[in-house]
């Protein structure tokens, strides 16, 4: 079974060269643009890692969604 990963990150151009490396590296790749979007995917994705971008759009959605994934069992 692959591993699966979640990246949250408004670059799409990042996210796009980190998936495809990981993807060749037999990883489940899911992606989110925004920290809504993010957090609901970790939800129903259930994922063994985030990597998650702590600078996006506002000074605090990042460490804002790293509090909430925190706080979530």
Do not use: W
């Not at 037999?26 to 809504?36: D, I, M």
């Not at 990597?51 to 969604?65: A, R």
């Amino acid at each position: 079974m692959a591993r699966k990963v979640l990246m949250i990150d408004d670059d799409a151009e990042l996210v796009d060269a980190i998936s495809n490396l990981l993807d060749a590296k037999g990883y489940e790749v899911h992606t989110a643009s925004n920290g809504k979007d993010g957090i609901a995917k970790a939800r129903a994705e259930d994922p063994d890692i985030i990597l998650l971008d702590v600078m996006m759009t506002t000074n605090n959605e990042g460490f804002n969604v790293a509090r909430e994934l925190h706080e979530d069992q």
